[in-house]
């Protein structure tokens, strides 16, 4: 949990900073409601389906409603800022080569490390209003 507060400052500049919260026409930031269930599915989508196929998912907007690669740029963003990865890394690269090198151990704490980040972000985004439909 400590690690999870220590996420947290930066979590809440990424929601701003990673587009994933926007300013409505009255001027107040909101949060769409695509964003919540990403960050929610995030979790199981580790557990059930693996650190790679997760990460490709979310890096992908495919045909979704909103941008889900911001999810991936917060959680990075929020990673390099705690120094768990280095400012010219990039995270999926990261998975990558750990996975072609067999390194089970570094994708288990990887994995935990971006867990944290997600439950951060999630945080972090409940203190925004989510967006109403018009």
């Given at each position: 949990?400590?690690?999870?507060v220590?996420?947290?400052?930066?979590?809440?500049?990424?929601?701003?900073?990673?587009?994933?919260?926007?300013?409505?026409?009255?001027?107040?930031?909101?949060?769409?409601?695509?964003?919540?269930?990403?960050?929610?599915?995030?979790?199981?989508?580790?557990?059930?389906?693996?650190l790679?196929?997760?990460?490709?998912?979310?890096?992908?907007?495919?045909?979704?409603?909103?941008?889900?690669?911001?999810?991936?740029?917060?959680?990075?963003?929020?990673?390099?800022?705690?120094?768990?990865?280095?400012?010219?890394?990039?995270?999926?690269?990261?998975?990558?080569?750990?996975?072609?090198?067999?390194?089970?151990?570094g994708?288990?704490?990887?994995?935990?490390?971006?867990?944290?980040?997600?439950?951060?972000?999630?945080?972090?985004?409940?203190?925004?209003?989510?967006?109403?439909?018009?």
């Amino acid at each position: 949990m400590k690690r999870i507060v220590k996420m947290l400052p930066e979590a809440m500049v990424c929601v701003r900073s990673c587009k994933i919260s926007i300013v409505n026409e009255k001027g107040k930031e909101e949060v769409d409601s695509a964003f919540n269930g990403y960050i929610s599915s995030m979790g199981a989508s580790i557990i059930t389906a693996g650190l790679l196929p997760t990460l490709i998912f979310f890096s992908n907007k495919g045909g979704s409603q909103s941008d889900r690669p911001a999810i991936i740029k917060a959680i990075e963003k929020i990673l390099k800022n705690n120094l768990f990865l280095g400012p010219n890394e990039h995270l999926l690269e990261k998975v990558l080569r750990m996975v072609e090198l067999n390194d089970n151990a570094g994708l288990a704490h990887l994995s935990t490390l971006i867990s944290d980040a997600a439950v951060a972000l999630k945080l972090a985004i409940r203190t925004f209003p989510e967006k109403t439909k018009d």
